[in-house]
């Protein structure tokens, strides 16, 4: 009986571990399809389109525990993590860093006060971009949707395949293309 128990714990431990969320040394959740680079939002859009993707950058702060959740119980769920994979060039931001990052319209922030410009406040926060930015809007103004909190499976998807497939520019509204695509998925 204690050999089971034992094999019990070790299995349970093994699969715990397998689905936990990698922290990073600034204490964000760490995801492999994120990109490390400079923060300089123009040359991140220029690099994204030619990977034919799409900037997203994801605001988040350290102990958060939506961040954690998104982390643990969405992000890593395969289709999800391989649409974002395929489909986004992905950017974290740290709520309260002290990265410089370099906005489109070309001011320069730590992210911490880049953050507040944007006057986001809750995290994570999700937003996602055109494939053309104008040079003189900050990218709270260029963003073409934002995702503001964390959200279960199916609407984050619908989210990330929304904005692939422009929703924001077919006139349908995001909570209708949800209730359609979530409608279509239950029959």
Not at 8 to 37: C, N, Q, Y
Not at 51 to 63: D, P
Not at 163 to 184: L, N, P, T, V, W
Request: proline share 3%; net charge negative; aromatic share 12%.
């Amino acid at each position: 009986m204690k050999t089971l128990i034992t094999a019990f714990a070790i299995l349970l431990s093994m699969t715990f571990a397998s689905t936990a969320s990698e922290v990073g040394d600034d204490g964000l959740h760490k995801a492999p399809w994120m990109r490390d680079t400079f923060k300089d939002l123009g040359e991140d859009l220029a690099e994204a389109n030619d990977e034919g993707k799409r900037l997203m950058i994801i605001i988040e702060q350290r102990g958060c525990i939506y961040c954690k959740k998104m982390h643990e119980d969405v992000f890593p769920i395969e289709k999800i993590a391989k649409y974002v994979e395929d489909n986004f060039f992905v950017v974290q931001i740290n709520m309260f860093g002290d990265v410089e990052v370099t906005d489109f319209d070309g001011e320069t922030l730590p992210e911490k006060d880049m953050v507040k410009k944007w006057r986001s406040l809750f995290t994570p926060t999700i937003l996602f971009f055109p494939r053309e930015v104008a040079d003189d809007v900050s990218a709270a103004q260029g963003a073409v949707a934002t995702m503001p909190g964390a959200f279960g499976r199916h609407t984050t998807f619908n989210m990330f395949n929304w904005i692939i497939e422009k929703g924001y520019d077919s006139g349908e509204s995001f909570q209708k293309y949800h209730a359609r695509k979530f409608a279509d998925q239950s029959k």
